[in-house]
DNA sequence: TAAAATAGGACCAATATAGTTCTATTTAAA
DNA sequence: TTTAAATAGAACTATATTGGTCCTATTTTA
């Protein structure tokens, strides 16, 4: 349905909010507190972008969890792959080769992998930073610029 | 999962054979054995894109459906909102507002919202006749265009 | 040694999607 | 005028995916 999973959008809630603390370890129960979100689903979220090291844990008493880096080198695209199960893609085709009975002569997969490419390109320009804030200038100046000439397909 | 729904690949698959008979009515029987899909399944799909008004239909003996207007002038966006359930947005709470605990002073909500206005800008900007043959130098510039100064993120 | 934490994996329930089927309506042709 | 060929719409079922929960193992501090 065209839809980043709950888990995902759990995820980019989460870092946020661990965005604004770069230094400070936080626990799920903590984390359970703030936000609103029940203890499990915020412990899955957080092993499943731990195994994507977009955030290092430390285990045992007083552990907890903190961003991996920064966060202006997190990006939402890197998020998604985090959190989805399958690769990313618009179609099953575009994702994974060899799924479709037609292949050979289809020539709308080429183009769906394309259109895939761009929409990547998008949601690898936001970072992490830029939701914590209305975003700032410089990455609305790119999206306004990735946007603006809304030329309608070729012209015949 | 980021997919778009198997309903809207099929109808752009079954659209773009029908956009290379401009003038042919089509009827579903006749698709059925062209594409590998059975009848039933393509039926569904060209009712819901008559409904959006992407294909004009003739009823009765002798009916079938045509493209409503030309290939150029039917976006790849307009195919996922016509086979989509739901509206367009990567999240629920960026697609329909009201649905999200939090509200208020979630800031990360309107940064969703930007990025599916650019998301859907992309979606756009492809239409039907691009994805025919081997995308044209003038989309393919465009797109191009917009992936190109792959700036991650705003540094700091 | 006990308590507090994460790691991993398995499991169940709810939801969404895909696909099918049925009935109604329209229109051309016999 | 009747029959057949088509689309329209809606409801239904089965399957797949996702969301959420729970259990056990491991790690580390006090």
Redesign the pocket.
């Known amino acids: 349905?065209l839809?980043v999973?709950?888990?995902?959008?759990?995820g980019t809630l989460v870092l946020t909010h661990m965005a604004g603390f770069p230094d400070h370890l936080?626990?799920?129960?903590e984390l359970t507190q703030i936000l609103h979100l029940?203890?499990?689903?915020i412990?899955?979220v957080?092993?499943a972008l731990?195994?994507h090291e977009l955030v290092s844990?430390?285990?045992?008493?007083?552990?907890?969890?903190a961003l991996a880096r920064p966060a202006t080198q997190i990006s939402v695209a890197q998020i998604i792959d985090a959190l989805?199960?399958?690769p990313f893609g618009l179609t099953e085709c575009s994702a994974t080769a060899g799924t479709c009975d037609i292949e050979g002569d289809c020539r709308i997969r080429a183009n769906w992998q394309r259109i895939n490419t761009v929409v990547r390109r998008v949601l690898d320009d936001v970072c992490l930073a830029d939701m914590v804030e209305p975003l700032p200038p410089a990455t609305e100046a790119r999206m306004v610029r990735h946007a603006t000439p809304a030329i309608k397909c070729t012209p015949q």
Chains 1, 2 share one sequence.
């Open positions: 349905m839809r999973s709950k888990l995902t959008d759990y936080f626990s799920v129960a029940n203890a499990p689903t412990s899955k957080l092993k731990g195994r844990s430390v285990r045992g008493a007083r552990g907890g969890y989805e199960d399958q």
